[in-house]
């Protein structure tokens, strides 16, 4: 974070001059704009941000931020992170995906970086397509999906990239969408306070290869009875009058209309804050048409970090075992003079 | 000489030797790989050169009793400088017909062969394939044979420690260990240390580790079956303190001390593979020294963590064997193209795949020069012997740092696990590695150049956290001086001419290339890596017979040292003998138009002398 005697950056201060190359209309821009307003709103400091990206449309994202950036490649941006935040631990590091990127060729390394609880942001735009090269399936493509590799359709199952997250035991998981601009810069802000790692899915658009893939939830006639927007220690009620929740029945969720002998303390409660990942996972299997599709923060609960403990060794073994010198080391152990 | 009846008070004969080579084998439960060890140790601590050879199965634990399950450590020490670790044996110690079988074959006649006579029963000498017991049978009779009951007297040597069985057995190793001690003249007393640190928290099995060296020894001083123990003599050295050390835990160390010498944190990014593994283990014990290490999820997060620290400004570290690298080759093109510094260590292994994992081969080399899409140069080292890792673990980072490039560095199984006495330096007496990183910029300076080059045609290492340097790095190309990406035809080939050009810029930054012996003359021998030691031995042992022969060792393989191709064209014939199919002389004759012969193997063993010496002399003809 900036100290106090540095200038306020307006959002344009942290653009760069770059000619930003990303198709007329795509959802990548509200998310860059919305980046830019975050860090003005948190005044956040150029020099100590990084975002490191992997490769595909979203991943150009770094060239745009008048911040240190690193566009690695396919898939293996949290290593690249990983390494960068655990030996500098002074920095704050983002990483930028796209859903073939991070639950593709980077599946598991997305895995790992949630479950070491790395330091991180890690902000994965989800259109359910490849847009890079042209339009095939991704792994978060509808079973069924017809593009160009998938002439038949699609006959892979989708992966629920936040059921993937909750379940590596992300600390913190949310989720936006592109044109819900306030939405997604309040989630954006909250990511960036969570210390340790957040993941954070938006839905977002790819009107070349997947024109619509959220129709359902941005369209203004709809959006009140598709999408649930989360509020800690609330009821999940939803509905253009907001007159519909959610109940739990034994283990399942189920779609309820509030009054006719249903109150609001008959419908599950959000607690963001719960260890117990069970509540958070249930929520990431509500899709779309059977459910209304949560957004905002699943789950922000605190844990140790990854970067903290490698370097906390680090000090311990330094406490330990004294000041470090390579001399007394060399000498150690069963030596012998040669005359 | 005189004796005595007294039993206890035999004199035997001494009779001094040179050099000895020594090795012991068995099942891969028995031990032997600590027996070598200590049997290494020892005579280093002597003051014997020493250079050792450990050979294990891939299998954790192969079948007991068979051939496939035996492991074996030979050492070679003398009263001299050495290179290798000796090519036939003059004492073999077997502990099971399987051993016997599969190492018979080294053993120089007339040499010293100690068996433990109680493993040789019918089930394990029919796993070895013996139809009668070689022991009774009249088929050793070119060796001196001792058939010991080492089982036995192991176990009565531990009587009344309360042991089982197993408990006892397992100490047979020490038995060996104190015979082979009394035979060569060695103290047990570092061994004994060794038993007391290794095995404070349980004292019976270090009281039976005790008993059964001391009984080994014993047996060695008061059986009449020995006639008389050897002695070599300390070998002269350059003068200094030493220590025994491997090629991982040498390289580690000098990993380490990189770091230190420009003042870096080292940051290793790892996933464990044979042979390298033990560089892992090694760095993971020294977190005091500001070592972080990252055991990843895989290779590619290896290596990619790594990118990720040097970003940070850090000494980046990745190592790995050779299907590893092959993983990683998408990466350290990245590192490439971002021109950051980073240390690729790879211990070559037997491939191709999975290959040969425990035994050696040198067979990357073009990997390392060529394993990455486009054109993707990265500068290659070489270590030629365990100590020698030391020196070029500094040398890498030294170049990686003044070129802003990733490096590979080159050892091999054979190297890594291989021993020899290490001269131990002083830290003050080592030159520091300069790094510099740029400083600050105001908001009206002009804009940060990320790719404006020096003139060795290094960028700068602008690190996250200083103002007003902000970049963007990344795999696409970069335009030439600002760094943005640029698709343009004439910068895409100006930039690969760049990089090309700043690797061979490194050959006028590395010393030239030495020769022993004679500058010109028939045969030159050009070797690289770990067969340094037998060819150096070989063409040592022709010169003196008067040989025109030479022999000019390759450390830096990529780029060359700028006089190599004139020294080669000083010889009529080049011989360049590698454990692969020619891949340095692939490189030579590409580069040199040299009509280089090769002496390959492929057999997951190092050369041995004698075969350097016959191929060279057969050229000279």
């Known amino acids: ?339 | 000489m005189s004796t005595t009846t007294d039993e206890t008070t035999v004199v035997k004969e001494i009779q001094p030797l040179e050099e000895a080579t020594v090795r012991f084998c068995g099942d891969s439960g028995d031990g032997m790989q600590l027996a070598g060890t200590q049997f290494s140790n020892t005579s280093a601590l002597a003051g014997n050169d020493i250079a050792t050879f450990p050979d294990f199965p891939a299998e954790i634990r192969a079948p007991r009793g068979t051939l496939a399950g035996v492991s074996g450590f030979q050492i070679h020490f003398a009263s001299h400088d050495i290179f290798t670790p000796g090519e036939t044996v003059d004492a073999l110690v077997a502990m099971n017909p399987a051993a016997l079988k599969t190492n018979l074959g080294d053993l120089k006649r007339n040499g010293v062969l100690i068996v433990n006579s109680n493993a040789f029963d019918k089930k394990a000498l029919g796993q070895a394939g013996y139809e009668n017991n070689p022991i009774e049978d009249d088929s050793l009779t070119a060796y001196q044979v001792f058939s010991v009951p080492m089982t036995s007297m192991t176990r009565g040597a531990v009587e009344g420690l309360d042991l089982s069985q197993k408990e006892a057995d397992r100490c047979r190793n020490f038995f060996a260990m104190g015979l082979v001690f009394w035979l060569y003249g060695r103290s047990m007393e570092p061994t004994l240390r060794f038993i007391d640190a290794k095995f404070s928290k349980l004292p019976a099995i270090a009281e039976a580790n005790r008993r059964a060296l001391k009984a080994g020894y014993n047996f060695g001083e008061t059986t009449d079956a020995f006639r008389s123990s050897y002695s070599v003599e300390k070998a002269k050295l350059p003068p200094g303190k030493y220590r025994n050390m491997t090629g991982n835990q040498a390289l580690a160390w000098g990993l380490i001390s990189a770091a230190k010498l420009s003042e870096k944190k080292l940051f290793l990014g790892s996933y464990p593979i044979t042979p390298a593994s033990d560089i892992l283990h090694e760095l993971s014990k020294y977190k005091n020294y500001d070592v972080l290490t990252f055991q990843a999820e895989d290779e590619i997060a290896a290596v990619c963590a790594a990118i990720g620290a040097a970003y940070g400004g850090e000494m980046a570290l990745t190592t790995t064997s050779g299907p590893g690298m092959a993983l990683k080759g998408e990466a350290m093109g990245l590192a490439m193209m971002l021109e950051l510094p980073l240390v690729i260590v790879d211990v070559q292994r037997g491939g191709p795949s999975t290959g040969l994992p425990t035994k050696t081969e040198q067979a990357d080399l073009l990997q390392a020069m060529f394993g990455r899409n486009g054109e993707s140069p990265i500068p290659i080292i070489a270590a030629r012997s365990p100590a020698d890792c030391f020196d070029v673990a500094i040398e890498a980072w030294r170049i990686a740092t003044r070129f802003m490039t990733p490096i590979v560095i080159l050892t091999d199984g054979y190297i890594a696990n291989g021993s020899e006495p290490w001269r131990i330096p002083n830290m003050a007496d080592l030159p520091k590695i300069e790094v510099s990183h740029p400083g600050p910029r105001n908001e009206d300076d002009p804009p940060f150049m990320a790719y404006k080059r020096n003139e060795e045609l290094a960028r700068p290492w602008a690190i996250p956290g200083t103002p007003g340097l902000m970049h963007r790095v990344g795999g696409l190309e970069k335009q030439d001086g600002t760094g943005n990406v640029s698709y343009d035809p004439q910068n895409h080939h100006h930039m690969v001419l760049t990089r090309a050009k700043k690797v061979a810029n490194i050959a006028e930054a590395v010393p030239p290339q030495e020769v022993m012996g004679s500058d010109s003359g028939k045969v030159l021998v050009v070797s690289w890596g770990g067969t340094y030691g037998s060819c150096r031995t070989a063409v040592a042992r022709l010169q003196a017979q008067g040989k025109s022969v030479s022999h000019a060792h390759v450390r830096y393989l990529n780029p060359f040292p700028r006089n190599l191709g004139q020294l080669l064209s000083q010889f009529d014939k080049v011989l360049v003998p590698e454990l692969n199919l020619g891949q340095l002389r692939m490189l030579l004759r590409d580069k040199f138009l040299v009509d280089a012969v090769g002496l390959n193997k492929v057999q997951g063993k190092p050369f041995t002398t004698t075969e350097i010496a016959e191929k060279i002399e057969s050229m000279l003809d």
């Open chain 1, 1 to 339: 974070m900036a100290s106090a005697e540095l200038p306020v950056l307006k959002p344009a201060d942290y653009g760069t001059d770059q000619d930003v190359r990303w198709c007329p209309g795509c959802g990548d821009y509200s998310i860059l704009a919305q980046m830019k307003k975050v860090m003005s709103n948190l005044n956040m400091s150029r020099e100590d941000t990084v975002f490191v990206s992997g490769i595909g449309c979203s991943s150009r994202f770094p060239y745009y931020m008048n911040t240190y950036g690193m566009h690695s490649v396919h898939g293996r941006a949290p290593a690249f992170a990983t390494g960068l935040k655990s030996s500098r631990q002074d920095l704050t590091v983002f990483v930028i995906t796209g859903d073939g990127d991070a639950l593709s060729i980077g599946g598991n390394h997305l895995m790992h970086v949630l479950r070491r609880n790395v330091n991180l942001n890690i902000i994965l735009f989800n259109n359910r397509i490849y847009g890079l090269t042209k339009g095939q399936y991704s792994p978060t493509s509808e079973k069924g999906k017809i593009t160009k590799s998938t002439p038949m359709g699609a006959i892979d199952n989708p992966i629920h990239p936040l059921s993937v997250a909750i379940s590596c035991e992300a600390t913190f998981v949310a989720r936006s969408i592109d044109v819900h601009i306030k939405h997604l810069t309040e989630t954006l802000e909250r990511a960036v306070a969570h210390k340790g790692v957040s993941f954070v899915e938006v839905y977002q658009n790819c009107n070349v290869f997947n024109d619509g893939a959220y129709k359902w939830a941005t369209d203004k006639d709809t959006k009140a009875e598709t999408v649930l927007e989360l509020e800690h220690g609330k009821p999940l009620i939803f509905g253009k009058d907001r007159d519909k929740g959610i109940r739990l029945n034994g283990m399942t969720p189920e779609v309820v209309e509030l009054g006719k002998g249903i109150s609001e303390d008959d419908l599950l409660f959000h607690d963001e804050k719960t260890n117990d990942p069970t509540l958070a996972y249930l929520l990431t299997r509500m899709s779309h048409p059977e459910f209304p599709e949560p957004i905002g923060v699943l789950r922000d609960v605190d844990a140790p970090c990854y970067d903290d403990a490698i370097n906390y060794q680090v000090q311990q073994a330094k406490e330990a075992r004294g000041e470090a010198s390579l001399d007394k080391l060399f000498n150690s152990g069963d030596t012998w003079i040669v005359d």
